[in-house]
């Protein structure tokens, strides 16, 4: 039972545009949410999080947004760059769990 | 500041083979993990620990044993290898909740 679910496993975006990486949970009682990126070879590296008492991160040219309603979370690369070529993973837990429950991974590549 | 060291970086073991996949983190994190990643399943966790002397399981936990006598060490063993376990291993350790800090991981392949 996958309880995070990144359904595309790739994207493609041209250098200079936003990419968008998405990222549905199916428990309710998830309530910290976080973004990895991951480079070939290299262990992933963290990125950026959000806390379901807000809809909205953003640190750089990365925002992360959450819907609780609708269990799912994005995360917006603006402007993309070549270097931003790597596999993302969103991750979610439950305060008190000490669990973080990964998702499988998009891999985004950005053209130069 | 080394971070999470993990070793070895590859191994081959043989079925049935015993091995201990080494990690040591040195920022006094609480928390540490064992993850494995395979192709289409996304980073699959494996064991964690709060602390010394507390660990529990994961989502994949068969076929894995781990201790944390120390704050700093976390191993996994591997007591009977299968080629099912061939995988990449990462160990990540965090400081409460925080994102995790993990290692360059362990590439091992049973055959």
């Known amino acids: 039972d996958q309880q995070v679910k990144q359904n595309s496993p790739s994207l493609s975006v041209q250098e200079g545009r936003i990419s968008i990486l998405n990222c549905d949970y199916t428990n309710s009682m998830f309530d910290y949410f976080l973004w990895y990126k991951k480079y070939p070879a290299e262990g992933p590296t963290f990125l950026i999080s959000i806390s379901s008492i807000k809809d909205k991160n953003e640190d750089g040219r990365f925002t992360v947004f959450l819907n609780k309603s609708a269990k799912h979370l994005s995360l917006h690369i603006v402007p993309s760059q070549p270097g931003d070529s790597a596999v993302y993973f969103c991750?979610?837990?439950?305060?008190?769990?000490?669990?973080?429950?990964f998702g499988t991974g998009t891999r985004l590549k950005v053209l130069a | 500041n080394a971070g999470v060291t993990q070793t070895p970086k590859f191994q081959v073991l043989k079925t049935g083979q015993s091995m201990t996949l080494q990690c040591a983190q040195d920022?006094?994190?609480?928390?540490m993990s064992w993850y494995r990643q395979d192709p289409g399943m996304g980073l699959r966790l494996i064991h964690y620990s709060v602390g010394a002397g507390i660990t529990d399981q994961g989502e994949v936990p068969n076929g894995y044993n781990v201790s944390r006598s120390t704050t700093e060490d976390f191993p996994l063993r591997l007591l009977s290898a299968a080629p099912s376990q061939t995988s990449v291993y990462f160990c990540?350790?965090?400081?409460?909740?925080?994102?995790?800090?993990f290692g360059s991981g362990t590439r091992l392949t049973v055959v």
């Open positions: 991750a979610a837990s439950t305060s008190g769990t000490y669990k973080y429950i």
């Open positions: 990540a350790s965090r400081p409460g909740q925080l994102g995790y800090t």
């Open positions: 920022m006094n994190h609480e928390y």
